[in-house]
């Protein structure tokens, strides 16, 4: 008789942690140990901090990374805890609609070191103190994750299918159950994908959100990109590689531990089984199931949502397509008068604030480097575009390929470019390169990927039948591309183009200046001009500079990018 | 009140669950006329009976029903529900819906749960209520799987038992067997009949919407057949054949070809003083029911061939072809118009230029088509028109889109300019060039 049976079988029905539940403890109290050592700095003051300079040691990093790792995911939860308040609200309320949609665009398209001029209001709330440095931290990363988050969360809403609304409400779900027996889940799948990008975005930002610099202000909080800053500060080498195998783990962690259980469960939220790339299979997510310490855990949360849905047991749903009564119209009229009212007064403040110090003249010299760095997007997403699409064709008709492929795009995508500073400065030095051409290719290394993600999953989803009726009917080299694989991989590319072309504006901040040590390169466009004008604390020219550049990005989309979608999407969309 | 309140033939003796009276339901255009797709109608729902409302896609009674749900608010009328008007959802009213509305993400027995839970009832009660109803409706077993892992005949018992869960008085059915194939879905049907007959249904009527006539005849006490654009209630037919019915006997057929007739009869009354466009082929403005050329010419063959030879009986037709009442109607409607064929009491008899049509070669076939569709289509003269007169000889669609809207809402506009440009291409009467969204004279050479 094998004894390797006999335990479970005796066990089963006792409450006696198996080696699953020994890897969740083991990894639930790793993490609580963690973030309470993280924590114990918050309450420091800001001198002590400066009393304990960054050490470049490679076994500080250990401590570094996990302070990085927990601010990205309080930014995180911050996030989600935005999408989901705001998000709804613009769903729900026509009125809220029309002011937080639009607002959010233009929150999208703002360059996040623009933000950086809320970090003297966080450091005010607790004067010397940690604390409001680490707020003012963790805000900017939020700010690199939010609002692509609530777009989709928000797009979710709107699209929930016609019947599963009506049996909700048939079944008069109260709000608050409707919301997570219906609404999360089904936003989910997308949700999780918009989170996987944005923390990606955090990374590629978390080195200015470290190292806070706003010319008389100086906070150098502990964590992985303050020692990146020191690292290029002091032109070393090693302690870069030390602090890209740092990052590298951090994001392998986040992989592992959060994103691919997200996935796995959230497979089971999908309507239908669609064509996706994104791995399912997750050991985490097994523990998570078969971990009976967790089962409890979970159990709870669910008995915590369920007291929710019986305090709000009886409610009377209304149907929806109420006729509006006069009250209701003068109210939407006040409403209206309210935000243009607001609205004319904001710019009235927002033109006296700007114009007491900048002429007009500097104003159009700022659009004229916007258009410089417009000019520099648009080359690099051709190139881009040019590399990327029939690589990502060939790897995405390649499952196996993909599979590699995948994975390593996903780390390149959240590497900081201030890491390549080092390469791309002593190679400009040396070649005395021109830097307003060799700093460019810094804009898109982070978000050309983006470009080379949607082909594969464009390739990917090209029905089988259809690649067969090309084989079968002898058609090869460039009628293949012109006739079957561009037209299929279309819609994907421009979903991935407009992404990289939002995140190349944003990265113009970062690429368009580059230093190592005492060189300090600086091609002339908007990017340069905002790291400048922040960089001084001028938070003038900074509103002037975010303002223009998000101007481009919402023009640009309206004009170019949104029409092309439109047409991608009607004409080449299979189905 | 008697004991047996479920038993059909104490039905009209006992108090109405439901009452409708005159209800209607309009739409806002956007240039503020009324689009009218419920006119007028009255039910009266009683304890016990099973009550179907037949008609085709576009006679409002999806809409009637969602309004019964409290889902959508009557523009006009009343609906009462124990003598209360319905003001939202109500508790003892609940549905099933045609594409099952099952949360993909919860499991069957979740699934179930849902209602009770949505109600506060304890988690014990909710839970034994809920397995018995699984188990009632014949999913025992399937508890913990999850609804994509289910057939679609099993996901419509989940919806089934998510409906019947919450005890409800009156169970709205809305084409619960139509996403079904035919067997699945006459197994369901017996089912549930054979649940209703024992009365061990925890529900006391059942309103039923359908196109399906046999599935009407077989499962209602009482039928209301709808007219379309807009919806009014034409006849009401009351079937009282006992149970089991079966779909041979000669009392069956006689009613399946009873509502064949009452289905296809002309709108009677108010012939006067109403618009034209209400009658088929009469002005601009009657909406079109994307018909393929190849259905058109098929049905033509079906029925130009022996043993019909011209002339069908469409119950006969309908099940040699296993079309229902949805496919058929549109394409014998559409032949109609063109001229190619007639429909009166029940049957469809081929014209004279139907019958050369089917003789005919590809190209003389198009030429006949062409004609009729310019002749007797008046929105088909019109595009062509406009094209003859512009120098350029092409108009966007937008332009016949809007003027469309004076007549239909949009969805109907869009579809009516579907059919045409189909017809119209078929016929080679114009060309329509997607990308552009415009109607042409020219042909791709």
């Known amino acids: 008789m094998r004894l390797d049976r006999l335990p479970t079988l005796v066990l089963r029905n006792r409450f006696v942690p198996g080696g699953w539940d020994v890897l969740a403890f083991v990894l639930v109290f790793a993490f609580l140990i963690y973030v309470a050592g993280a924590a114990h700095g918050l309450t420091g003051s800001l001198s002590m901090l400066e009393a304990t300079p960054i050490s470049l040691a490679p076994s500080a990093l250990v401590g570094y990374a996990a302070r990085t790792a927990l601010r990205m995911l309080i930014a995180m939860l911050a996030s989600l805890l935005f999408t989901f308040t705001y998000a709804t609200l613009a769903a729900k309320s026509r009125r809220a609609e029309i002011v937080l949609v639009p607002l959010l665009d233009i929150l999208q398209s703002l360059p996040i070191l623009g933000f950086s001029i809320t970090i003297v209001f966080f450091l005010s709330l607790t004067p010397g103190r940690v604390a409001g440095a680490e707020m003012a931290c963790v805000f900017l990363i939020f700010t690199s994750q939010a609002w692509n988050m609530a777009f989709s969360f928000y797009h979710s809403l709107r699209s929930i299918p016609h019947e599963l609304d009506e049996a909700a409400r048939s079944f008069r779900l109260s709000p608050w159950m409707r919301f997570w027996r219906l609404e999360v889940p089904f936003a989910m799948p997308p949700l999780i994908w918009n989170m996987m990008m944005s923390m990606s975005g955090g990374w590629f930002f978390v080195v200015a959100a470290e190292a806070i610099d706003l010319g008389n202000t100086k906070v150098t909080l502990p964590g992985v990109g303050s020692y990146v800053a020191l690292a290029i500060e002091q032109r070393n080498l090693g302690a870069i590689g030390w602090a890209i195998a740092a990052m590298f783990v951090v994001i392998l962690i986040f992989d592992q531990l959060l994103f691919r259980p997200l996935i796995g469960g959230a497979d089971w939220f999908r309507l239908e089984q669609e064509a996706g790339l994104m791995p399912s299979n997750s050991w985490a997510l097994t523990m998570m199931r078969r971990s009976r310490f967790l089962g409890v855990v979970s159990r709870l949360f669910v008995s915590i949502l369920n007291i929710g849905f019986k305090a709000r047991g009886q409610v009377v749903v209304r149907p929806r397509d109420l006729p509006r009564n006069p009250g209701q119209r003068l109210g939407d009229f006040l409403w209206y008068a309210l935000i243009a009212l607001i609205g004319v007064i904001a710019l009235v403040k927002a033109v006296q604030f700007v114009f007491t110090e900048i002429t007009l003249a500097e104003v159009g010299h700022v659009v004229g480097l916007g258009f410089l760095t417009f000019l520099r997007v648009g080359i690099l997403i051709a190139i881009a575009s040019a590399i990327w699409v029939p690589i990502g064709v060939y790897v995405g008709l390649r499952p196996r390929v993909a599979n590699i492929v995948q994975p390593i795009a996903q780390f390149l995508a959240a590497f900081p470019v201030n890491l390549i500073y080092p390469i791309v400065v002593s190679g400009i030095v040396l070649g005395k390169l021109n830097p307003d051409i060799w700093l460019s290719p810094l804009m898109i290394l982070g978000t050309q990927w983006y470009i080379l993600f949607n082909v594969i999953v464009g390739a990917s989803a090209i029905p089988p039948d259809m690649r067969y009726a090309g084989q079968n009917f002898h058609v090869r080299g460039w009628l293949w591309w012109k006739r079957i694989a561009l037209p299929a991989v279309f819609p994907f590319y421009v979903t991935g183009a407009i992404t990289a072309s939002g995140g190349s504006w944003n990265a113009s901040v970062v690429s368009e200046v580059a230093e190592w040590g005492q060189e300090r390169l600086q091609a002339s466009g908007l990017g340069a001009y905002i790291s400048h004008a922040t960089g001084t604390g001028d938070f003038r020219r900074t509103v002037v500079g975010i303002v223009v550049m998000a101007l481009f990005v919402v023009v640009l989309n309206r004009v170019f990018w949104k029409p092309l979608y439109a047409r991608a999407e009607r004409k080449f969309r299979m189905s | ?445």
């Open chain 2, 1 to 445: 009140m008697n004991v047996n309140s479920t038993n059909l033939g104490h039905a009209m003796n006992l108090a109405p669950l439901l009452d409708v009276q005159s209800v209607c339901k309009s739409f806002r255009k956007p240039d503020g006329d009324e689009l009218v797709v419920l006119e007028n109608v009255n039910l009266t729902l009683r304890p016990g009976e099973i009550v179907g409302l037949l008609g085709r896609s576009g006679s409002g009674k999806s809409t009637l029903l969602r309004a019964i749900a409290g889902l959508e608010l009557p523009s006009g009328g009343k609906v009462n529900y124990l003598g209360k008007p319905v003001e939202g959802p109500a508790a003892g009213i609940a549905m099933v819906f045609q594409s099952f509305a099952l949360f993909p993400w919860l499991t069957v027995l979740e699934n179930v749960k849902l209602g009770l839970e949505a109600l506060g009832h304890p988690e014990v009660d909710t839970r034994s209520r809920s397995l018995k109803a699984i188990d009632l409706i014949g999913l025992d077993g399937f508890e913990s799987a999850y609804p994509r892992e289910l057939s679609g005949g099993m996901r419509q018992r989940v919806g089934f038992a998510r409906a019947l869960v919450v005890h409800p008085n009156i169970l709205l059915m809305d084409e619960p067997f139509s996403a079904l194939d035919i067997l699945t879905a006459e197994t369901l049907r017996n089912d549930f009949l054979d649940l209703w007959g024992e009365g061990q249904l925890p529900i006391k009527s059942v309103l039923l919407v359908t196109h399906n006539i046999e599935e009407a005849v077989q499962m209602c006490d009482r039928l209301l057949i709808f007219s379309t654009h807009p919806g009014r209630v034409v006849s009401e037919i009351a079937i009282d054949l006992p149970h089991p019915r079966h779909a041979l006997d000669p009392r069956f057929r006689a009613l399946v070809e009873r509502v064949y007739v009452e289905m296809t009869s002309k709108p009677r009354g108010d012939r006067t003083g109403h618009k034209a466009e209400r009658f088929p082929g009469t002005g601009i403005g009657t909406t079109l029911t994307h018909v393929s050329s190849n259905l058109l010419s098929g049905l033509l063959e079906a029925v130009s061939e022996p043993p019909y030879n011209g002339h069908a009986d469409l119950p006969a037709i309908a099940e040699a072809l296993s079309m229902d009442v949805d496919e058929l109607f549109p394409v014998a409607e559409a032949l109609q118009l063109l001229r190619l064929a007639e429909i009166e009491g029940g049957d469809i008899k081929l014209t004279r230029e139907g019958s050369e049509f089917v003789k005919a070669e590809t190209d003389e076939r198009k030429r006949l088509f062409a004609r009729h569709l310019l002749t007797y289509v008046p929105l088909a003269a019109h595009v062509r028109r406009v094209l003859d007169e512009r120098a350029s000889h092409s108009a966007p669609k937008s332009r016949f889109f809007d003027e469309l809207e004076d007549y239909m809402n949009e969805e109907a506009a869009e579809q009516t300019l579907r059919t045409i440009i189909s017809w119209g291409r078929y016929a080679e009467a114009f060309a329509y060039d997607d990308a552009r969204q415009a109607f042409s004279l020219e042909n791709p050479a």
